[in-house]
């Protein structure tokens, strides 16, 4: 192998493992401080606590009807 090849493949080396060790720190970085966060919900997450918080009121809001009472002597005489 010629001297120059040799320097080379050894800066190449050199070069690549450093841009290895600087992702890594990075990396540890990006996810301490993504632990450190609060984990933000999903879309489908706030979708369905809307479509439930909808239906709750809907069901606050609710009265049951009020089933109609024959009144006096409907009842008893039927057409007949």
């Not at 996810?31 to 918080?53: D, F, I």
Request: charged share 30%.
């Amino acid at each position: 192998m010629s001297k120059t090849y040799m320097i080379f493949m050894i800066v190449g080396i050199l070069v690549v493992g450093g841009g290895w060790i600087a992702y890594l720190i990075w990396d540890y970085k990006q996810r301490k401080e993504e632990a450190s966060q609060p984990k933000q919900p999903t879309e489908r997450l706030q979708k369905t606590r809307s479509e439930v918080s909808d239906w709750a009121k809907k069901m606050a809001e609710f009265k049951s009807p009020v089933p109609k009472r024959p009144a006096d002597g409907e009842g008893s005489q039927t057409g007949g």
